[in-house]
């Protein structure tokens, strides 16, 4: 997986969990937080998805990682591509 | 020691908050399960069918209502966490709705889901006092959603901007009427929560009632994997060292569970566990409900869709020496809701709440409390109508009415389990929902947020918050 597909990958958990936001000019390396209306309950969802959907944990302390799209895709990819050679 | 069935988390009740809370956590991968005494669910937002017909128990209108588009508030929050698509709710937006105060009405203030008609409702009729009403309303969208001053006193906040006691009278009428525990005052926090809800949200209604939102709560819990016994009331708590260890059921049954969240009430959930209730001064309500072969316009009432009234120089929100309070009350047409084109009930409904008090109709015998009853519903109707546009003909909302239903204190007592019929739950809220057991949590009226969406929001913040653990806002 490419950090590229990993955006995307979060982004489509975004547009589920949060259908009234328009995510077309979301700015990779900006706090999701200042461009959308997102609050902590929504992370919550965002980590519950990852999980579900992909197998992926985050540990509470590793949160922050999720800050902005560039931040989870450095932080996420490679948690992707170790499950992937697993499997 | 037992072999009864296992669960991460028990709820106790299947209201909108237990429901919202069950969804939340059944969708987190938990596994959860509603406990619920009565046969149908709802709690004290249910519904009923009487003779053919089918009721909502508590529902005026849903407040905290916002348009398509509007972000940021209790509303949208309650769809994106239980994933609930807006049109399933399928909500209405209300006609119009007032404050008429004074023995016929003299005073109204006139306000809709545009704040702007309350701010011009004010500026004309209390010039004075517009630049504090504005301050107000400031004060109150900066505020959390889940309220700002807990605990503070919600007239002496108001009289600090506003010092005309018949403004602040006819503001906090409808507030409290929807939502105060709280005799003659409101919490503060409370008051910025329903200050929010009513006046800049506003109301709205399913065509076919509240029936609609619980169908759309339990369709989403069952699709998450959640359980839901019904017919199925828990008990007793069985309480060792500081934590709630088991569930007794009404059949016998013992059941266990990781965590506990009560959506029952905060003195109701302590005398299952054992301890001894510490019910304070609640408020009682009464409400009429009249059945008409026509809608409300054809009598001349299409205009508002629900109307706050108070004939007396002051507005008193107490529990009333007699069995009623007819001074004061709300009229409510659920007719009067914009349903779209061609689209509207089939028949009419005339809705009126009073304040009543619970010891003087408890315990009456059975023949005095249905002769009481009739004659209070008279007496109800009679004050609500001086508020209300005159009828050509004296009779003719007599002539209308083809079934009748009120429900008083202990209607409301019998049917939810809510002590002494307190619809708003205790004076003093719970907002973390902590209780003497570390596992046992409350969600729901005592917890603090009410209404419809606040009861919603009250079970998602305490699945959120207790079990889920939401992560620091830092990120």
Redesign the interface.
Known sequence: MTNDECKKVVLDIIA?????EDLTKVKPDV???DQL?L???????I??ELR?RHGIEVP?AD??R??SLDSSAEYLTPKFNALAAKS | MNSGAQYDVAIIGAGLSGLAAGIRLA???KRVCIFERHNAVGGLNGFYSLDGRKYDVGLHAVTNYVP??V??TPL??IL??L?I?REQFALCPQKGSRVSFGPGGESTLRFSNEFALLESEVESRFPKQAGGFRRIAGFVREAPLTGAGSGASARGFIRESVDDPLLEDMLLCPLMFYGSAREDDMDLGQFTVMFRALYLEGFARPLEGVRVMMRALLEKYREAGGERRMKCGVKRIVAREGRAAALVLDSGEEITAGHVISSIGAAETAALAGEAPRVGRTLGYVETISVLDRPPSALGWGGDTIVFFNDSERFTYRNPAEQVDVRSGVICFPNNFDYGPGRGLKEGFFRVTCLANYDLWAGLPEERYRVDKARWFGEIQESAKRFLPKLEDGNSLLRATVARDMFTPTTVEKYTGHFRGAIYGAPEKNPEGRTALSNLYLCGTDQGMLGIVGAMLSG??MA?QHI????????
């Open positions: 589920d969990i949060a259908p009234d706090r999701l937080r209306q609050d902590s309950m929504d992370f919550l969802d980590v519950m579900k509470e949160y922050i999720l800050a | 969708h987190f991968g398509p588009g972000k940021g949208g929050k994106r966490q994933r698509e998602i913040s959120n889920l653990q939401a992560p620091a806002p830092a990120i």
